[in-house]
C-alpha cells in the first residue's frame, strides 16, 4: 500500500531506523545510489580499519570532505519531523540512525542513537582517549595525532569516530535498542525504516527483531530495499513528503 495515511500512535511506541535516504533531502550523497559515495571510493579503501592502516592521508581526505558538506547543508522536513514526533511520543520514541551527518540533532532530534558513530567526533587509532568533537578537516599529509599516546611516548594517530566495515557496533546502543524494543512489545509498537537500503548490518536485521516482538513494520524508501519483504507496509516515496504525512504533521515546514 502506497497511500500517506498517517501511521496509527496512538499510546504506541516507535522506533524509527534511519539511513543516507533521510539526508538525500538536503543534498548528502549517499552510499549505494548512482553517483554515491561508495562509486568514488571503493569501501574498503576509506570504511575499514584495514584502509586505514594502508592510506590514513586517503581515509582523512574522505572524511573531511563530508565533515565540509555536512556543514553546508541543512536538515530538511523529514528530519523536522522526526524531531516533531519526538516531542509528542515522548519516551515512548527512539530514533536509531546510520547517518553520520548530525543533522537528526541539528533538527531537534534528542533521543538518537548513531550506531555507526559521528563525522563530528575523533578518536584515538590505540588508546581508550574519550572520543571528542572536532570539525577540524585533514588534507595535509601531517594527520592528526593522540598526545595521550605521545606522554607514554608512543605515536598514534587519531581517526574519525566511526564504526567501519568489520568493527563492532557500540555493545550499549544495542543493549540500548534491545531494551526499548522489549519494553515496547506489551503493547502497540511500531517499527520503521526510512532511506535505507537494508544492505548492511546488523542496522538491517533490526527490522526482525521488531517483528519478533509484535511490531507493525513498515518501509518508507525511493525504491524498494533489499529486505523490503520483512515489512508489513512499503512506502516507495521521498523522505521528505512522506514522513510529515505519515505522522500527521500538518505545517511541517516542507522546504
Ligand atoms: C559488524 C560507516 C561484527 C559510516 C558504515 C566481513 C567481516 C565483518 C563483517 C562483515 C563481513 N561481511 C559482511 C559483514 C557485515 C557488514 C555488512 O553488513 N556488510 C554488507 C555490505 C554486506 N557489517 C559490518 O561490518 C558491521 N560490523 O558486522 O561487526 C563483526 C566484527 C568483526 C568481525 C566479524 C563481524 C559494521 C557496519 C557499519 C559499517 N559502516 N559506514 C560512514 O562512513 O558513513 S555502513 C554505511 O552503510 C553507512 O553507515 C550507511 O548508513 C550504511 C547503510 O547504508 P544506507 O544508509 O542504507 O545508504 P544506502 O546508500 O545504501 O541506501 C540509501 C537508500 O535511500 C536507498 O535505498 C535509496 O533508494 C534511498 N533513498 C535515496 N533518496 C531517498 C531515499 N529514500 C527516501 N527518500 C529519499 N529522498
Avoid at 522526526?82 to 515512548?92: F, N, T, Y
Avoid at 566495515?165 to 540500548?176: C, I, K, S, T, V
Avoid at 524508501?221 to 529486505?227: G, I, K, T, V, Y
Wanted: net charge negative; proline share 5%; hydrophobic share 40%.
Amino acid at each position: 500500500m502506497n497511500s500517506l495515511q498517517p501511521v496509527d500512535l496512538e499510546g504506541a511506541r516507535l522506533l524509527v531506523l534511519t539511513g543516507a535516504g533521510v539526508s538525500a533531502e538536503s543534498g548528502l550523497a549517499t552510499f549505494r545510489d548512482s553517483n554515491g559515495l561508495w562509486e568514488q571510493h571503493r569501501v574498503e579503501d576509506v570504511a575499514s580499519p584495514d584502509g586505514f592502516v594502508r592510506d590514513p592521508a586517503l581515509v582523512w581526505k574522505f572524511y573531511s570532505l563530508r565533515r565540509e558538506q555536512a556543514k553546508t547543508v541543512e536538515p530538511n522536513a523529514g528530519h523536522r519531523a522526526l524531531a516533531e514526533v519526538e516531542k509528542r511520543l515522548e519516551d515512548r520514541f527512539l530514533l536509531v540512525t546510520q547517518n553520520v551527518d548530525g543533522l537528526h540533532q541539528r533538527a531537534g532530534s534528542e533521543r538518537v542513537i548513531e550506531i555507526h558513530g559521528s563525522l563530528f567526533r575523533t578518536k584515538c587509532s590505540s588508546c581508550d582517549l574519550q572520543p571528542f568533537d572536532d570539525h577540524a578537516t585533514y588534507f595535509e599529509r601531517t594527520l592528526p595525532t593522540c598526545d595521550r599516546c605521545a606522554g607514554r611516548g608512543r605515536e598514534a594517530l587519531l581517526r574519525p569516530d566511526i564504526v567501519w566495515f568489520g568493527e563492532m557496533l557500540d555493545p550499549a546502543h544495542m543493549q540500548a535498542i534491545d531494551a526499548f524494543m522489549r519494553r515496547a512489545a506489551g503493547g502497540p509498537f511500531v517499527f520503521m525504516a526510512v532511506g535505507t537500503s537494508g544492505a548492511v548490518w546488523p542496522a538491517a536485521g533490526l527490522v526482525n527483531l521488531a517483528r519478533s516482538l509484535g511490531a507493525s513494520t513498515l518501509l518508507v524508501n525511493a525504491e524498494p530495499a533489499d529486505n523490503t519483504a520483512r515489512f508489513h507496509r512499503f512506502v516507495q516515496a521521498r523522505s521528505a513528503e512522506a514522513l510529515p504525512a505519515l505522522f500527521g504533521l500538518k505545517g511541517v515546514d516542507p522546504r
